[in-house]
């Protein structure tokens, strides 16, 4: 947690940094300091080694001198030996013992001659004796042998005087008389005062001292325990040469000091003597190596502090960016209105807090910006959902059955290419025995041509009962919508009118693609003349084209979605390719079935391309006449007409229809009837009138056609009816009256040479007579 | 089925006719013929009573034949009342409002109650003169 802050890792990382540096210079200059101090160790030591080794010579060579001075004096006063060895033992206090011992004479007879022994006893005094009065002669023994041969003087081995329990050394002279030795001076010196030498040196602390002979067994030493003892081989090798050495051995001989040692030696002159002093190399060390850990330990602590300092002044800088981190956070959030830190200062904490308030203020602004464009995004998908569920709307059902008698049914499919397109289709009875259906496709697409789809299927819907025909329908169609059309938008329209009683169809095609005839052998396209597309040029014609479908037969009607359908390689699914599709469908499959085969062929082909255009398709199949309609025809006599209502309700009768509603078609069969034979034919010609009856389950409808002169009974004015027939002049239209008011609906049309009047009668008949 | 008639005086100022069957166009004639023999044996402000209990079906035709005797007995000072008028007429009548409601009754009892306080208006009314 605490190394998560950028202060304290900064902090911790120049701690870590300038412990580095300082440790390395530390290793650099302890190394070099050592170097120096060793060097200055070794200076002066050798300087000491050289004055200890000047000292000792010193006190040797007054020795040796006394030795020599003594051997040449004695040489011609061989009687006043004694004296003047008790003079010279009093002058130098290093000689413990002075003998003059001379050669005995070559015949055995004479008495050996007096060999005085001078020595000092406990107290002090001197005390003589003769040594060639000793049970054991000398002259056989090696000292006085080997001192024979000393013409100059020579150091004997160190001993143990075994009389006087110290550790002696001997300084042998030869006494020459005439050029031949004749006795020897022997000085017995105590090596008391090599000791003191030593001892008093001014060694540095926990160095030792020592001194060597020439055979390398110590003859002093610091540590009484090694004199006598044999030097270190390793040593002995390093000293073997005569000059002044200093040699590191890594383990030193004295069991006192641990470690590796410097020894610096000496030789001694006039001796073979060396003498070594001994320093500790940590010892050498110790004085740097305590000044580098006091160096080391106040360096850091130093660094501590900068540390200490760097943290809090990273701290305090960086306090503003804590606080930046922890509104980002908020920002992340969403949460933009919070308080930010005073912005006084100017370095870069100031600009980036600047900048953090300019970019909170932008972002709210931009995330305003934002759930506007979602808002009105949303509106506008919602403003298009709600258009496509209009446009849905506008459609029929997209299946039909001819609800009457069930010699046609229809299905149809569209599929917009986007949420609302511009494919149309519709259908309608237009009457109880016509049927108009229509398929359409506006260019473009989206929402310009939904709106034109909108305007074209429900003027469509709105001019087909004036135009009776699908020649006058696309015409007025046509008229209607090139009112106003700036923008040049068009509709291509194929309308087709289906008599429902006989299958025949009349098509008429402003410039759409042809249908389709299948169900007997291969499918058929109809190719026939097309008009101009709706919507462009006002003086176009539409040429209708006649059909007559035969039982079973299906009419394929779609739009250019399905030809012009593409694949990923913008191959177009084409008119041969539907043909085909349409030829696997089996003669006696269902209405849908055409509708599903060819759907399902067309997206195999454009497998997951995506679908450019609108597709509509719509099937409509023709049943055929599976009962004959009751008809009656009547001439134009009254008496005609009586026989006809006569046949009229006994098909009712028989045709289960209820007594009050068979009376009711009665009453307006005749009042109508009556009316067309004394009205209809002015001319005096005779006529024609059909009778079709219709009898369904829930209604009657009748059908009323005759060739007489034009006359629409919803034209004719309403009587007057003040209450009592009597009371009018003219009793006249009381008939139409009757007629109008029984029949549940009523339409008219006038074809080119007939009345075709229309009528409905619904069950129960009871309201209908009153309104 | 055609229209069949029965007339019968039950005083020398009232008869009455019963028309049965269909009276249409086809036999609106008959009964316009017959009651041209009818009407005039009738005394000067006599009632003829037109029982439609039989009547299943008029039109048209028939309502101008009912129109035709209403105005001539009118201009005879008479009374043209109808008795018992079946679904089907009731509602051509009520249509073309052919007649006025108080002239149309439902059963001979109702008729004959009529017929009794219009005698006496008659009598109180030739005495008041």
């Not at chain 1, 406990?122 to 040594?131: K, Q, T």
């Not at chain 1, 002669?137 to 001192?147: D, K, R």
């Not at chain 1, 009556?674 to 009856?693: A, F």
């Amino acid at each position: 947690m605490v190394l998560r802050s950028i202060a304290s890792r900064m902090a911790l990382w120049v701690l870590a940094g300038s412990t580095l540096v300082l440790a390395a210079i530390g290793v650099l200059l302890l190394s070099l300091t050592r170097a120096q101090i060793l060097q200055h160790t070794h200076r002066e030591a050798a300087a000491l080694a050289a004055s200890a080794g000047s000292e000792i010579q010193a006190r040797i060579d007054r020795v040796a001198i006394s030795a020599q001075m003594l051997a040449t004096i004695i040489a011609t006063r061989q009687d006043s030996a004694e004296p003047l060895l008790r003079d010279t033992l009093q002058a130098n206090h290093d000689i413990d013992g002075l003998a003059a011992v001379f050669r005995p004479s070559s015949s055995p007879v004479d008495a050996p001659p007096y060999s005085p022994f001078v020595n000092r006893v406990d107290n002090g005094a001197l005390a003589s004796r003769d040594l060639s009065s000793d049970a054991r002669p000398y002259w056989n023994s090696n000292w006085f042998l080997g001192g024979l041969s000393c013409s100059a003087g020579c150091w004997q081995r160190p001993f143990l005087s075994l009389s006087r329990q110290r550790q002696l050394i001997n300084y042998s002279v030869a006494i020459n008389r005439e050029g031949r030795p004749v006795g020897i001076i022997n000085a017995d010196v105590t090596l008391d005062w090599l000791h003191q030498i030593l001892g008093h040196l001014d060694k540095p602390e926990g160095a030792y001292a020592f001194v060597l002979d020439s055979d390398g067994d110590y003859l002093a030493h610091d540590n009484p325990a090694l004199v006598g003892k044999r030097g270190a081989p390793a040593l002995l090798e390093v000293l073997a040469s005569d000059q002044a050495e200093s040699v590191r051995l890594p383990v030193a001989q004295n069991a006192q000091v641990h470690g590796a040692v410097w020894v610096y030696s000496a030789p001694i002159e006039g001796t073979r003597w060396r003498l070594g002093l001994v320093v500790p190399e940590a010892q050498i060390y110790a004085g740097v190596r305590r000044i580098f850990l006091w160096s080391l330990l106040l360096g850091m602590l130093a660094l501590l502090g900068v540390a200490l300092i760097i943290l809090l002044t990273i701290r305090r800088t960086m306090a503003p960016l804590g606080m930046l981190a922890d509104r980002a956070e908020h920002v992340a959030r969403g949460e933009l209105d919070f308080e930010l830190p005073s912005t006084s200062r100017h370095d870069e904490v100031g600009r980036l807090t600047q900048s953090f308030d300019q970019m909170r203020h932008e972002l709210a602004l931009h995330l305003q910006d934002l759930a506007r464009v979602a808002r009105e995004k949303q509106r506008l998908a919602s403003e298009l959902e709600i258009a496509h569920q209009i446009q849905i709307g506008l459609l029929p059902s997209e299946h039909y059955l001819d609800a009457v008698c069930a010699y046609f049914e229809l299905h149809a499919a569209l599929r917009p290419a986007r949420a609302v397109g511009g494919d149309l289709y519709s259908y309608f009875m237009l009457d109880p025995e016509h049927f108009f259906v229509m398929v359409g496709d506006v260019s473009d697409k989206g929402i310009p041509a939904a709106l034109f789809m909108a305007q074209t299927i429900t003027l469509a819907k709105a001019l087909a009962p004036r135009a009776q025909t699908p020649r006058n329908l696309l015409q007025l169609l046509n008229l209607e919508l090139c009112r106003g059309n700036d923008s040049c938008m068009f509709v291509t329209l194929l309308c087709g009118l289906l008599d429902t009683k006989s299958g025949n169809l009349v098509l008429a095609s402003a410039g759409h693609e042809p249908p389709i005839l299948c169900g007997h052998g291969a499918p058929q396209l109809l190719d026939f003349t097309t008009g101009a597309v709706l919507g462009l040029y006002e003086d176009s014609d539409y040429p209708e084209h006649h059909q007559r479908l035969r039982q079973g037969e299906t009419l394929l009607m779609y739009t250019d979605g399905i030809t012009e359908a593409s694949d990923h390689h913008q191959q177009m699914y084409g008119i041969e390719r539907t043909l085909g599709s349409l030829a696997q469908v089996p003669p006696a499959a269902p209405t849908a079935g055409y509708i599903e085969r060819l759907l399902g062929d067309v997206d195999r082909f454009v497998a997951d391309a995506a679908q450019a255009d609108d597709i509509t398709l719509l099937a409509l199949t023709w049943h055929g006449a599976a009962q004959v309609d009751v008809e009656v025809c009547v001439a134009s006599q009254l008496a005609d007409v009586f026989a006809g209502l006569d046949r009229c309700e006994h098909l009712l009768q028989e045709a289960d229809v209820i007594s009050s509603l068979r009376s009711d078609v009665r009453l307006v069969l005749e009042e109508l009837l009556v009316n067309t034979v004394e009205y209809g034919y002015p001319d005096g010609r005779s006529g024609q009138i059909r009778v079709v009856l219709h009898p369904g389950p829930e209604t009657v409808t009748v059908e009323l056609i005759d060739d007489g002169i034009a006359f629409d009974p919803l034209q004719s004015a309403c009587p007057n009816l003040p209450g009592d027939l009597a009371d009018r002049e003219q009793i006249g239209g009381l008939g139409i009256h009757l007629a109008r008011t029984v029949t549940s609906a009523m339409r008219y049309t006038r074809n080119a040479h007939s009345n075709h009047l229309l009528l409905r009668f619904i069950y129960p008949n009871q309201d209908g007579s009153s309104s | 089925m055609t229209l069949s008639l029965h007339s019968n005086f039950s005083a020398p100022d009232r008869v009455v006719v019963q028309v049965g069957g269909r009276l249409d166009a086809m036999t609106f004639g008959e009964l316009d013929e017959a009651m041209l023999v009818l009407l005039p044996r009738l005394d000067v402000g006599g009632t003829v009573v037109i029982d439609l209990a039989g009547l299943e079906y008029v039109s048209s035709a028939g309502l101008r034949s009912f129109a035709k005797i209403r105005k001539s007995m009118r201009a005879r000072g008479g009374h043209t009342l109808l008795l018992n008028p079946q679904p089907q007429v009731r509602k051509v009548f009520d249509i073309v409002k052919a007649v006025p409601v108080n002239e149309v009754f439902t059963s001979t009892q109702e008729l004959d109650a009529y017929l009794d306080r219009m005698q006496r208006q008659i009598t109180e009314g030739d005495s008041d003169a």
